[in-house]
C-alpha cells in the first residue's frame, strides 16, 4: 500500500517557521498583514477565504478584507488594489480569481504591485521564476507542490517528472520550479498522445488537470510519487483529485490524498509568503 504523503504534516512544519517569523516581525512592531479582495460570495471563494483566514490567524498574519459587489466596476476593482499598492499597513494581497466577466483580469495584474503579489498573478511574479532578479512570489499551489516533496525527502534532482497540466495557475510556473530544481521533465495537456505510458515512465507524477479521478491503473508503476493538485467532485457529491486513489494506492510508493493533500498546503504557504513580504519590504532577513 502507498504512503500517504498528508497534507497537515507539511502545513503544520511550514507554518510553525512562519510564526516564529511572525513573531520576530511583531518585537520590531511589524504585523504581517494580508489584504483579500473579493468580488461577490461564491461559494468557492467564501470556503478558500475561510481556510486562508485560519492559517494566517496560525501563522501570525492579520488579514484585511476588501469586499466589492459582484457587479461593481472594473474602475472600483483597479481604486481598491491602488489603496493596497500604497498603504504601508498591507504587505501583501491576494486577489480571488476567476473574477466576474465583465473585468479585464489582465488589467487587474498589471495593476498590483510585484512586492504584495503572494498568489504570483503578476508579469513581475511571472518573471521571478525565470530570472533571479524577480520581484514577486511563486503561486502558492505550485511552491505547495514542492514543499510536499521536499518535507517527505522525495528527491527531484534528476528524477523523471512528468507533469499533466500547462495552465498559468499551476502547470506552467510548476514546469519552472522543476526544471530549476533538476527534473528531467515531461509536461502533458489535453493533446498529448498516450498519457498513461508519459505516466508510467516517470519517478514521479504531479497532475493538475481538474478531471475527475481520470488517472487510473494503466498510469502507474511501483516505486512512483504522485501528488495530486486536482480537486473536483464525483457523482456521489465527494472531493476527488485527478487520481483514481482506491487503484494508486495498491501500486505506488506514495501519493498526496484530495481532501487533505496539496489544497492544505496551499494556505500555508500563502501566510509564509506574506510573512516573506513583509521581511523584504522592512529588508530584515528572518
Ligand atoms: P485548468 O483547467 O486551467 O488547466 C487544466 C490543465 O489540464 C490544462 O493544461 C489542460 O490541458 C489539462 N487537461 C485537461 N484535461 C486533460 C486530459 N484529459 N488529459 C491531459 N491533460 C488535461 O486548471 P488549473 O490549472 O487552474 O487547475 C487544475 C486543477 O487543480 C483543478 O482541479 C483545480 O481545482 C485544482 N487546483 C487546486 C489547487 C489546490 O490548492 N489544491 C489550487 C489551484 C487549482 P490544455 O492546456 O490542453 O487545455
Redesign the pocket.
Known amino acids: 500500500m502507498a504512503r500517504i504523503l498528508k497534507g497537515a504534516e507539511v502545513s503544520a512544519a511550514i507554518t510553525e517557521k512562519a510564526r516564529a517569523q511572525a513573531e520576530a516581525l511583531q518585537r520590531l512592531g511589524i504585523t504581517p498583514t494580508l489584504a483579500i479582495v473579493r468580488m461577490g460570495d461564491n461559494d468557492g471563494d467564501l470556503a478558500y477565504e475561510r481556510g486562508a483566514m485560519k492559517r494566517c490567524a496560525a501563522a501570525g498574519v492579520a488579514v484585511r478584507l476588501f469586499v466589492l459587489p459582484e457587479q461593481a466596476e472594473q474602475q472600483e476593482l483597479l481604486n481598491t488594489i491602488e489603496r493596497i499598492n500604497h498603504d504601508v499597513g498591507i504587505h501583501a494581497c491576494l486577489i480571488f480569481r476567476p473574477l466576474p466577466p465583465h473585468i479585464d483580469e489582465s488589467r487587474v495584474r498589471a495593476a498590483l504591485r510585484p512586492e504584495k503579489d503572494v498568489d504570483g498573478i503578476t508579469a513581475g511574479s511571472l518573471a521571478g521564476l525565470m530570472l533571479p532578479q524577480g520581484q514577486g512570489f511563486p503561486p502558492?499551489?505550485p511552491r505547495?507542490c514542492i514543499e510536499i516533496l521536499d518535507h517527505f525527502g522525495i528527491e527531484l534532482a534528476g528524477k523523471r517528472v512528468t507533469l499533466?497540466?500547462?495552465?498559468l495557475?499551476?502547470?506552467r510556473p510548476l514546469a519552472l520550479m522543476l526544471i530549476a530544481r533538476d527534473a528531467t521533465l515531461t509536461i502533458?495537456?489535453?493533446?498529448?498522445v498516450d498519457?498513461p505510458a508519459r505516466c508510467r515512465e516517470a519517478d514521479i507524477v504531479i497532475a493538475?488537470?481538474?478531471?475527475a479521478e481520470?488517472l487510473g491503473a494503466d498510469c502507474f508503476t511501483h516505486s512512483q510519487t504522485v501528488i495530486d493538485?486536482?480537486?473536483?467532485y464525483n457523482s456521489q457529491g465527494q472531493m476527488v483529485g485527478?487520481v483514481d486513489r482506491a487503484a494508486a494506492e495498491q501500486i505506488v510508493a506514495a501519493l498526496t490524498p484530495v481532501p487533505g493533500?496539496?489544497?492544505t498546503v496551499?494556505s500555508s504557504v500563502l501566510a509564509a509568503q506574506v510573512i516573506e513580504a513583509a521581511c523584504r519590504m522592512h529588508n530584515r532577513n528572518m
Open positions: 502558492c499551489t505547495a499533466i497540466g500547462r495552465s495557475v499551476v502547470g502533458c495537456h489535453s493533446r498529448t498519457l493538475a488537470t481538474g478531471q481520470m493538485v486536482g480537486i473536483s485527478d493533500g496539496v489544497g496551499t
